[in-house]
């Protein structure tokens, strides 16, 4: 008979012992556990738990609670989190804990270890079986460090199991970089191992339960789009947009779509989405895996989301950790104050509506978050749309998943790419204008103009595709009879209009392609941040947003040593305004600006690593300004 035995008792990185994994009686890791299919499955299935609690759900949304989405509680009085609202943390805050994350890594090493050797005992575990467990457990690996190197940065990169407690606990980190490179190969070398997704039928939650290869495909996208921003490679903006056409290709030429996916938007371009009178209940809803969901974290029983964004287990007199701020609970005039910023559009926006309760309503602030959570017996408070698109639902059993990819955040990913793809395009054209000014013969003019009529014509059509795949998700969520109202997304402002060669007209051809080149260049933040603002109404409270803002900031500062590891950087990047400006914007009474200036470099954008970790850890480097000997003032 099998049971759980503790290998692990701590929640901390390795410390004297490996998590709880499932292994026959009296047998340990290295004996005779390693026999059958089924060990080999419930060794995934237990990598996927850990994944799946409550602790680890909570750290995922507090960790973003950075951004400017959420509000604490403050009449919880929860210091670790109080530390963590008000940029003072400390080295001993519990939030500070990587542990879980390293607990699923260790599970998914101990599978990539030792599940080949089952091909040769049990003849019903074969190879593709083999190879799709191997491929799951690197993805879902992946994932975690993933996240490490976004929250903390510089990590211990560990690709061996711990079996038992005499093993080398002593493990130093290493720069991101070196993370994301190896997330990467992992990716690539197991992309097209996993199950493919239209294999699975879409009312199997392992559609959506289970890395699939297009879960994959979405994680190589997402890591594709941070080391591009990082480091400016054009390269990695290309393989975004590979693996986003991968998804839509998969999904377009799914068996009998569209009736495979149900109806779908209008115009939306064979990424089988779901019709927009009902996405909310398919994706939000109490059973989860709806049909635009690439992956999903599964929860089976009041775990997770209802601690931080709801009450708890029907208890009128609970409260949430978090509540959504003002720039997410209100339509307002200005982009620096609002997320839903155009009173004639954004009324009808039904993802404010159904994501937090009395939106737009007479207060701004303390509304319990709607997306993730139901309240039954609560009416839909919202003036515009005059009803829900989702049905409440109890609090117990409360088991929403968690969303970790969907179709439209790819999407998104994918317009984020094709703007970056034209910014380097026209950086580095941009001397030939300068040229243009100061040759002198009509020759000339002629050859850099048509350089520059060429380059024009590859941003539009960049430019053109990226509002595209904006305006397919924003149509879909305007719920409004008067069609005026559908779209303020004017594709044509983002289009460079270069007509080609006149041979009348020479001097008005080489004046127009500079206009164009020039016109662009006025408009293109703008296109930058409308991509960046749908993403933020789009994905609000679903754990993007903090990364989002991250990785906008690393595109506008330079200087950023991202593989070096920062204790040993000596003097770091000032932190981008933009990205504090937002920041800011949660804070009444003018707190934000003491907010901001809390952070005035790189390292205080990543937590600290918690001091009982460091205690175990002979070998960490604390990052350097929470560190009592770092260099920098202490936060």
């Known amino acids: 008979m099998k049971k759980l035995i503790s290998i692990i008792a701590s929640g901390l990185l390795l410390v004297s012992c490996i998590d709880t994994v499932i292994l026959p009686d009296d047998k340990t890791v290295e004996e005779d556990f390693w026999q059958t299919k089924n060990d080999v499955t419930l060794m995934v299935n237990g990598a996927y ?7 680890l759900q909570q750290r995922l949304v507090v960790w973003t609670s950075r951004s400017d989405e959420l509000n604490l ?36 090493n101990l599978v990539i270890a030792k599940s080949e050797e ?86 199997d939650w392992t559609r959506c339960g289970y890395f699939t290869r297009d879960g994959i495909y979405a994680l190589l996208a997402d890591v594709y789009l941070w080391k591009a921003s990082i480091y400016g490679d054009e390269y990695c903006y290309d393989k975004v947009i590979e693996y986003s056409n991968v998804i839509r290709r998969n999904r377009e030429n799914a068996p009998g779509n569209p009736n495979s996916f149900g109806a779908q938007t209008l115009d939306d371009d064979g990424w089988g989405l779901s019709p927009a009178s009902s996405y909310y209940d398919q994706l939000f809803s109490e059973n989860g895996n709806g049909q635009e969901s690439l992956f999903e974290l599964q929860f089976t029983n009041n775990e997770g989301l209802c601690v931080v ?13 978090f509540y959504a701020s003002k720039p997410y609970a209100k339509v307002g005039t200005g982009r620096a104050n609002y997320v839903f910023d155009n009173t004639s559009h954004y009324i009808y926006d039904v993802r404010g509506f159904e994501s937090v309760y009395d939106f737009n309503g ?38 929403q998943n968690w969303v970790v990819y969907r179709a439209t955040d790819v999407m998104l990913m994918k317009a984020e790419a094709l703007v970056q793809k034209a910014l380097i395009q026209a950086k580095a054209q941009a001397g030939l204008v300068e040229q243009l000014a100061t040759v002198s013969t009509v020759e000339d003019s002629l050859a850099l103009a048509d350089q520059l009529f060429q380059i024009n014509q590859t941003i539009s059509r960049y430019n053109v595709e990226a509002v595209r795949q904006v305006q397919i998700v924003n149509t879909r969520a305007i719920h409004s009879t008067d069609e005026s109202t559908k779209s303020p997304i004017d594709s044509t ?61 690393y595109r506008h500062v330079d200087g ?10 000596g003097d770091y990047v000032k932190n981008y305004d933009e990205m504090l400006s937002l920041i800011a914007r949660k804070y009444t009474s003018g707190g934000g600006k003491g907010i901001t200036a809390k952070m005035p470099t790189e390292p205080y954008l990543y937590m600290p690593i918690i001091e009982s970790e460091m205690e175990v850890n002979n070998a960490l480097e604390q990052n350097p300004v929470y560190s009592d000997g770092g260099t920098i003032e202490k936060n």
């Open 49 to 55: 738990s850990k994944m799946a609690t409550s602790g």
């Open 73 to 108: 509680n403050s009449s919880l009085n929860n210091r670790d989190l109080n530390q963590i609202y008000s940029a003072n943390i400390q080295t001993t805050n519990s939030y500070a804990n990587w542990g879980d994350l390293y607990a699923v890594i260790n599970a998914c």
């Open 118 to 203: 089952v091909m040769d005992i049990d003849p019903n575990y074969m190879e593709g079986d083999h190879l799709n467990n191997v491929a799951q457990m690197k993805a879902l690996r992946s994932l975690c460090y993933f996240y490490l190197v976004r929250v903390f940065r510089d990590v211990p990169l560990i690709l061996e199991p711990y079996k038992n407690s005499s093993q080398e606990m002593n493990v130093p980190q290493v720069a991101p970089s070196v993370v994301i490179d190896q997330i990467i190969a992992d990716l690539e070398e197991v992309k097209n191992n996993a199950l493919s997704t239209q294999a699975i039928p879409v009312a």
């Open 309 to 321: 964004y709801n009450r708890i287990n029907n208890n009128a007199n609970a409260q949430p950790q």
């Open 362 to 399: 007479a207060a701004e602030e303390g509304f319990f978050i709607r997306k993730h959570v139901g309240m039954n017996g609560l009416t839909f408070m919202g003036q515009n749309p005059t009803s829900a698109i989702r049905g409440n639902r109890a609090f117990n059993p409360y088991n």
């Open 493 to 553: 402002k983002y289009a460079v209009s270069s007509v080609p060669f006149d041979s009348i007209d020479v001097a008005g051809y080489v004046n127009r392609q500079v206009s164009a080149f020039n016109s662009f260049a006025a408009t293109a933040s703008d296109l930058e941040l409308l991509v960046m603002d749908e993403r933020a109404r789009e994905l609000c409270f679903e754990g993007k947003r903090w990364f989002d803002m991250l990785r906008y900031n």
């Open 560 to 569: 950023v040593n991202y593989g070096v590891i920062l204790a040993h950087q």
